[in-house]
């Protein structure tokens, strides 16, 4: 809800309020929702600014940073006027949140050059999240340059913040990172093209009065900025990466940056909880929005690039038997491409490898009952190709210098309108003649060597991203019924602007449930496990050489979207028996493991998690120890998100009996693990992760 009394605007979700006084420009109050109070004024610091530009103020970082004709920097955006929306405007070339009308705009002129900026906030009530984005319109007679364009700017009281992050690289993603910023001035970023391995843009920020979490509906580079400033404020800069960035703007041209989101709440499980909401509701849509998602078996970690038609089909038969329901040919279709080095942007078919072609092979494999889906990677050129012996123009390489070649492929110039119509032809037809379910999209390194003829250089990294999303937004447009799966070598582009797009994405490449347990744990804090493939793959694991019992690399898997990434016809008979019960148990359940509410359970060496029905009457969960040891201190945990007041029954899965127990008890109490520390357990899973599954069904009062 958006209401207006004088200069007191109020944005008040079903748990949060966010308080502007708009004649002075001033967050005065974000968190806990408040009563209908309205009288704010002794609560004016003159200090939590809306706008920060170079002007007559220069304390912190700016938000805002324009050259004008004059050569100079300033601009002092004074408030002009604001309005309620009815709708909520899009956001011209980029993927934004959507459901929600009620939005409030707000208008700022910099007097002397007559430079409007606009910042605009929808309430979305139901997971209380504000999704900010900017926009300035050059009302001068003369060119401007911006050098930086945040989408959201936030002063928080205070200076004790502890930014908590997602950082890391490839097969190693969203591990958490927290550091103080004490007084200081800390910055998480992306320069790479993309959001990254790296660091993600999913950021919180928190301190004794709750957890403040913000994020950037983009996947190119970002920039998130916390910085004190020694009078009790902390600056929040949440955007587009300035770095490399000087967009030209002509007078009565507009620009617009995409959209960041925040949301206020006690505690990190009630951050997680809206966010996750936030994704399934307004993020995610389309045909797959909260529908279920099938079981898959995936090619890639069963036969990499060495198959044929009737290994594929093996594959297919005994994935078909244990219960699989999607079948998804990985990279090593098309062209010649026996390896990376060589075929990409030849989306044509090699006959040898796919019996005939993707056609035929789509064609047995629908016939064995399984969906069929295909690997592209849209994005990308060998240098050994037809496409780049054809049109090496339309690779992304600087003029006169080496590229540089990760994974030995370069990138097309997507910043390109011929390149990206041609992109979107190609890969139109792969889906056409391949009549293909599911597609996952991958993009297998990150850019370099930016350069398009006639792209004026500041602008490049942005208009790849515009490039991009017009690509998909017109692909998906043909193709609506299609699941699309993102990928990044991993998880090197998971974040909101992708999950506009793609309803799931590929978590990591690291498929080692030991060390999936930190990654999707990691994800979880801002992502709905809905949003995260997570496949059972051959132990020892092939990233890790570490092996685990098929059971926990189930139990892991259940934590996101189920899929499987082997040969699934090298299973023994009893291992085949387990997979096709596992998959059974995942089908039937799969409604609530997918969308119940989930929560992170247990901390480093027992973690794991509980995923809560919406009517709290059921909820499954799964616990881990990756620390075996003879005569260990016995392990415990508390598990949440249930009905305090309901008695509970809980089962071990694959274990006779249960117990009942209160929900109360259940998550104040410390539930002792204790059969995973008998000794005969302890020999026989040495070096593995031990995971127990257990099934919660309330009794009837
Ligand atoms: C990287 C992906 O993350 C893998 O799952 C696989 O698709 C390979 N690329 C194929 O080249």
Not at 188 to 215: I, L, Q, W
Not at 440 to 449: A, E, G, I, V, Y
Request: hydrophobic share 35%; proline share 4%.
């Amino acid at each position: 809800m958006i209401k207006k009394k004088g200069q007191v605007i109020r944005l008040d979700t079903a748990n949060t309020t966010l308080v502007i006084k708009a004649d002075t420009s001033e967050y005065v109050y974000y968190g806990k929702k408040l009563g209908n109070v309205w009288d704010f004024e002794a609560y004016v610091t003159g200090a939590r600014k809306i706008v920060s530009a170079p002007g007559k103020s220069a304390y912190l970082d700016y938000g805002v940073v324009l050259e004008n004709a004059d050569g100079g920097f300033a601009a002092d955006f004074e408030y002009s006027k604001s309005r309620i929306l009815a709708e909520k405007p899009e956001i011209a070339g980029l993927p934004s949140s959507y459901g929600e009308g009620k939005t409030l705009e707000m208008k700022f002129v910099d007097a002397p050059t007559k430079v409007a900026l606009y910042v605009y906030y929808t309430v979305f009530e139901d997971s209380d999240v504000i999704a900010v984005s900017s926009k300035i319109v050059n009302g001068s007679k003369k060119e401007i340059h911006i050098h930086r364009l945040m989408s959201l700017q936030l002063d928080l009281l205070g200076e004790d913040y502890k930014i908590v992050t997602f950082e890391g690289a490839w097969a190693r993603e969203r591990r958490r990172m927290e550091r103080e910023i004490g007084g200081g001035i800390f910055v998480n970023d992306s320069k790479r093209g993309m959001s990254s391995h790296t660091r993600n843009p999913f950021v919180m920020a928190e301190n004794g009065s709750g957890v403040y979490g913000f994020n950037l509906v983009y996947s190119g580079n970002h920039k998130e900025t916390f910085e004190a400033d020694g009078s009790g404020i902390t600056r929040v800069l949440i955007g587009m990466n300035d770095f490399m960035f000087d967009w030209r703007l002509q007078p009565g041209e507009e620009f617009s940056a995409p959209e960041a989101v925040m949301c206020y709440a006690p505690d990190e499980d009630a951050l997680s909880g809206r966010m996750h909401a936030f994704v399934c509701e307004h993020i995610v849509r389309g045909k797959w929005k909260k529908r279920e998602r099938p079981v898959l078996v995936n090619n890639w970690e069963g036969t990499y690039f060495d198959f044929n038609e009737e290994k594929l089909l093996a594959i297919a038969k005994a994935a078909k038997e244990a219960g699989v329901e999607l079948f998804v040919l990985d990279d090593g279709w098309f062209g010649k491409r026996n390896s990376d080095t060589c075929s990409l942007g030849d989306w044509f078919d090699n006959p040898e490898k796919t019996g005939g072609g993707l056609a035929n092979l789509a064609e047995k494999i629908r016939a064995m009952g399984l969906m069929f889906g295909i690997w592209v990677e849209p994005e990308m050129i060998s240098e050994d190709s037809e496409l780049y012996r054809t049109h090496p123009n339309f690779a992304m390489k600087v003029p006169g210098r080496e590229p540089e070649r990760m994974r030995h492929q370069l990138m097309l110039n997507m910043a390109d309108e011929k390149v990206q119509n041609y992109v979107v032809r190609v890969i139109s037809d792969v889906i056409s003649r391949s009549g293909a379910d599911y597609v996952k999209w991958d993009f297998n390194r990150s850019l370099t060597d930016c350069y398009g003829k006639g792209i004026y250089p500041g602008e490049y990294f942005h208009r790849y991203m515009l490039g991009y999303y017009r690509v998909v937004t017109k692909i998906m447009k043909k193709f609506p019924f299609v699941l699309f799966e993102g990928c990044a070598g991993g998880g090197g582009r998971f974040d909101l602007g992708n999950l506009c797009y793609f309803p799931q994405y590929w978590t990591s490449d690291d498929t080692d449930a030991r060390e999936r347990i930190s990654i999707q744990r990691g994800t979880s804090y801002g992502y709905p496990q809905s949003a995260m493939g997570a496949h059972v793959s051959a132990s020892p694991n092939h990233q890790t050489g570490n092996s685990n019992p098929l059971e926990t690399r189930f139990h892991i898997a259940c934590g996101g979207v189920l899929g499987y990434e082997l040969d699934m016809t090298k299973f023994t008979p009893q291992e085949a028996a387990q997979v096709k019960e596992h998959i059974a148990f995942y089908k039937a359940n799969r409604k609530l493991l997918q969308y119940g509410d989930q929560y992170r359970l247990g901390e480093e060496g027992t973690e794991g998690y509980i995923t809560v029905s919406k009517d709290k009457n059921s909820a499954i969960a799964v616990v881990t120890l990756t620390q075996i040891h003879p005569s260990a201190p016995l392990k415990t945990v508390r598990f949440k998100g249930l009905n305090p007041s309901a008695v509970y029954e809980v089962s071990q899965r694959g274990k006779e009996g249960a117990f009942t127990a209160s929900g109360e008890l259940l998550m104040n109490g410390d539930f002792p693990l204790r059969d995973m520390f008998d000794f005969e357990t302890v020999v026989k899973n040495s070096g593995c992760v031990l995971s127990r599954m257990y099934i919660f069904k309330k009794l009837k009062a």
